[in-house]
């Protein structure tokens, strides 16, 4: 159904080739799952299939392109779209027209199709993805996993043959992206749909493919072969694969419960070695939060410095006794937001203590930007209060603010302003009215290798991120917020964000990270904060709130359960 | 399969819509008299409360009130500073006059405010702000999306830009607030102008990638797919467009000049004649179909009708019966309600009992 012939793609402006020597086909009704690290020419590789690479994006394709039989050579990219339906990694600039339903009908009015087509279309594909409820709704008026949703069914109303779609569940939470992921694996079976599908998120994912795609590295050949045999030599895998790897089971499993059929020697195997450090967490499960942990200690971390592979520095802070004399860094009483008509946060209780690392989890919506915004002050409470650093937050001055609380966005981009990274660094020591160099060393600590002269535009996405934590931390504010920061982050990268957050927490910081990815809140939190509908749901120790909720589950802890082991790391190391 | 069900039934047409508020409009400007001005104002204001839904245009609304009030304020401030033309007997206040140079002659800034020169201005500016009021009501009624999309498919390019125009302005506006709200996080000041101005470039970058999207988008969906005409269409669509838009122009020129009066009106139909068959013979090169479009059902043409009746009522009322429209200044009288004419605006109540929008909340 599509098939390269030894493509290249080459950029205007750059040296080299983007992706080389790609040259594979996927049959008809196959869901094939594109795979690498980030930075590899994944997108460009889908962009090629719809032809807006090289039509729309510019630069030289060689070799060959085709779709159903048509060259994407001579085929523009409209001139494709009653075969193709592409869906990139943002609805929102997708989006054509501004309802539910005309929306759908969009790309059937562009081909001509008869109205009573259309409109038999339109209502089958309303109830195949579930959104009959929402058809008179402004597009902006939905939630995230709902406007993914739409997105697919728009590009579905002109029954492509192929759908192609780049980083579908990135932004969505668990129970949203399992929406999305339950449709498409409804069209591969029912309309027999090809799919070719890129996401960073395999444990998502790697399930439903029937074939990987793999690009290793930048320039390298494409590799395709089964799930199992590409996730042997991937550089990235899922939590269940790297467990796999470690138990040297053959075949890999690649769902979690291939995995837990046999997982029962390792099971046994780990038996005598209980998780120590969760231990403590477990047994003081039922009441509150752990006690603040202090900030020192560092030096008990042991290997995370050295080991890149396992980033523990939970046992510093759970086997002592807590300190309660350590002031809050944040204190939440009886917190009610209402913003444009809605309740967005109900009565929330909340202190934050030096060195603890909190997730904030729950479906889009919850109110968990709003919270993170609520304690940097962009947003008054309309009930209750909110202390900082023994301040309100809303009522200070941005300049104190920074030295009480800092904030990376969801778009780390939003903090860059400066062209350059130099200029950037300046400007953060200026702002923060820290020592010049300041934000240099930090960046040059959390980005080595990165020039003077870079633009900030130019660095990917986890650079970016690191480089908008570098320009907060100038200021040393004991209270760290993060907003979903593993968006659009590969394995590696976000294996570099544990670390360093890690390291930060030990140093005493506090921080809090609102995210939908359970394996980085089992990695980094000591206690979680579950949200729904602006209440907070639960709050404790991660090990009792993340293995008690299946939908927040991670693989390591569904794999091995009734034993609590949440991530391979831990298993890796009572292990050897 | 039924015709009626391609068709949206429960929304009447946009046009019907605007057509209902600009009737009003028109009928706001043949009357000076503030009670009736008052009644035209109350009459779109209930249709609007009875009939909008809760969409995001439909909050335009509010803007478009205040917007009238401040018309009426500000031709109040006129009056007062600047004083007016009407002669009257009833001093308010004597204000500083502030001599001023020959060559400004007739312009005077201070002096005497009469009540006669302040009751003027409000009944002109009550008018003004009538007619604005009926604008806001269309813009809150019709789904400008919609109306757009009853466009010949010729000018369906044209209509494209205009939607996306449209979706953008929101998407600026919380592009700008993200990006303040960013450079409180870096610890700079997130109010004032300059606050504002720092964001403009990182702003104009986000809006620009994101048409570049969106633009990419659209292609992807087919976006300017073109159907085969044959040379001789193209070639007779050029020629009635042009000839039309000439017809139309001299037509035009025929109209307002003295001599043309025998040719003006029947040149400047043929124009329009000859032009509109060639949109509607230029759509064929676009294969473009239309999902659901709005039809003029009965209830469409009943609201559009009941706003024109209103138009024609007050014309010829302020034919038959002049001065009861134009309460009189200079002598100064309370002006009253003219029985007929009241009758006649009420008419325009008509869509709140043929369109109410749906009690249900849509969640």
Not at chain 1, 157 to 174: G, M, R
Not at chain 1, 309 to 318: H, L, N, S
């Amino acid at each position: 159904m599509i098939r390269f012939e030894d493509v290249s793609v080459t950029y205007d402006g750059a040296s080299e080739p983007t992706v080389q020597g790609i040259d594979f086909e996927v049959p008809e009704g196959e869901l094939v799952l594109l795979v690498g690290p980030s930075g590899v020419g994944k997108s460009t590789v889908l962009g090629a299939v719809g032809g807006l690479v090289p039509h729309f994006t510019g630069g030289t394709l060689r070799g060959r392109v085709t779709v159903a039989g048509r060259d994407t050579r001579t085929h523009k990219p409209r001139e494709l779209a009653d075969v193709v339906g592409t869906v990139g990694q943002d609805p929102l600039s997708h989006f054509v027209t501004d309802s539910v339903e005309d929306e759908l009908a969009y790309g059937m009015e562009s081909l001509g199709l008869p109205p009573a087509v259309m409109r038999r279309r339109v209502e089958e594909t309303l109830d195949l993805l579930g959104l009959a409820p929402l058809r008179d709704r402004p597009l902006a008026t939905l939630s995230g996993g709902q406007q993914q949703r739409v997105a697919i069914g728009s590009v579905l109303t002109p029954h492509p043959e192929v759908l192609v779609l780049d980083e579908p569940t990135s932004a969505l939470d668990p129970a949203a992206a399992e929406e999305v992921l339950a449709v498409l694996q409804r069209l591969v079976h029912d309309l027999g749909t090809t799919v070719l599908m890129a996401e960073h998120r395999l444990e998502r994912v790697i399930q439903y493919a029937d074939q990987v795609a793999l690009l290793p590295a930048p320039g390298a050949p494409l590799r395709v072969g089964t799930p199992a045999e590409m996730m042997a030599v991937s550089p990235v895998y899922p939590p269940v694969v790297d467990l796999g790897r470690l138990a040297g089971w053959t075949p890999l499993p690649l769902t979690v419960r291939d995995a837990r059929r046999r997982a029962g020697d390792l099971r046994e195997r780990l038996a005598v070695h209980v998780p120590t450090d969760n231990a403590p967490a477990a047994a003081d499960g039922g009441t509150a939060p752990p006690g603040p942990p202090a900030p020192d200690h560092e030096s008990e971390t042991g290997g995370a410095g050295g080991n890149p592979g396992t980033p523990r520095r939970r046992r510093a802070f759970r086997n002592r006794s807590t300190p309660q004399a350590a002031p809050n860094l944040a204190d939440v009483t009886a917190l009610s937001v209402r913003r444009a008509h809605v309740q967005a946060l109900r009565h929330i209780d909340l202190t934050i203590t030096p060195g603890e690392t909190i997730a904030l989890m729950g479906r889009n919506g919850a109110g968990k930007s709003t919270l993170l915004n609520t304690l940097v002050g962009l947003v008054a409470p309309s009930a209750g209060t909110v202390q900082v650093g023994g301040a309100e937050p809303h009522r200070i001055t941005p300049r104190d603010l920074v030295r009480r609380v800092g904030l990376v966005p969801q778009e780390p981009r939003d903090l860059l302003y400066a062209d350059t990274v130099a200029a950037e660094c300046r400007a953060a020591d200026t702002d923060a009215h820290a020592a010049p160099g300041t934000c240099r060393a930090l960046v040059t600590d959390l980005l080595p290798g990165v020039t003077d002269d870079t633009h900030p535009r130019d660095l990917s996405e986890g650079q970016r991120l690191a480089l908008a934590l570098a320009v907060v931390l100038t200021a040393r504010p004991p209270l760290l917020l993060l907003d979903e920061p593993t968006r659009g982050l590969d394995y590696a990268a976000k294996a570099r964000l544990v670390r360093l957050l890690g390291e930060l927490a030990a140093a005493g910081h506090a921080i809090m990270l609102a995210t939908h990815d359970v394996e980085l809140a089992a990695e980094l939190a000591h206690r979680v904060i579950l949200l729904a509908e602006g209440e907070v749901i639960a709050d404790g120790p991660a090990t009792d709130v993340i293995t008690s909720s299946p939908s927040f589950a991670p693989q390591v802890s569904k794999i091995l359960a009734p034993q609590r082991w949440l991530t391979v790391a831990e298993v890796r190391k009572a292990l050897s | 399969m039924p015709r009626s069900s391609s068709v949206r039934s429960e929304s009447l047409h946009p046009g019907a819509w605007w057509l209902w508020a600009l009737s009003l409009g028109i009928a706001a400007t043949r009357t000076t008299n503030p009670l009736l001005l008052a009644l035209l104002v109350v009459v779109s204001a209930y249709v609007v409360a009875t009939c909008r839904r809760p969409t995001p245009w439909s909050r335009s609304y509010t803007a478009f009130l205040r917007l009238a009030l401040a018309v009426l304020l500000v031709r109040l401030l006129f009056a007062v500073v600047l004083g007016s033309p009407i002669p009257g007997t009833h001093v308010l206040v004597t204000l500083p006059e502030l001599p001023l140079p020959d060559w400004s002659q007739g312009i005077r800034l201070g002096g005497r405010l009469t009540a006669e020169a302040l009751v003027f201005a409000l009944y002109d500016g009550l008018k003004l702000a009538t007619l604005l009021v009926c604008v806001g009501a269309a813009n809150a009624l019709a789904n400008p999306h919609r109306l757009l999309k009853s466009l010949p498919g010729a000018l369906y390019e044209l209509g494209v830009a205009v939607v996306v125009a449209l979706t953008f302005a929101p998407h600026l506006i919380a592009d700008v607030q993200r990006l303040r709200a960013a450079r409180r996080l870096r610890g700079r000041p997130d109010t004032g102008i300059r606050g504002l101005l720092q964001v403009g470039l990182p702003v104009l970058e986000g809006a620009l990638e994101r048409s570049v999207a969106l633009a990419a988008a659209m292609d992807a969906r087919g976006y300017g797919r073109t159907a085969e005409v044959p040379p001789r269409v193209r070639r007779t669509t050029t020629a009635l467009t042009l000839g039309g838009l000439l017809g139309v122009c001299a037509g035009t020129y025929g109209l307002l000049t003295a001599e043309g009066g025998t040719y003006g009106v029947p040149v400047l139909l043929a124009g329009l004649a000859a032009a509109l068959a060639g949109l509607r013979l230029g759509g064929r090169r676009t294969p473009r179909t239309r999902y659901r479009p709005d039809l003029w059902t009965t209830r469409s043409l009943l609201v559009a009708g009941s706003g024109a009746a209103v138009a024609a009522a007050m014309f010829l009322a302020s034919v038959a019966d002049p001065v009861a429209l134009h309460p009189g200044v200079v002598p100064l009288v309370a002006p009253v309600l003219p029985l007929w004419p009241a009758a006649a605006v009420l008419v325009g109540l008509l869509p709140a009992f043929l369109a109410p929008a749906p009690k249900e909340p849509s969640s």
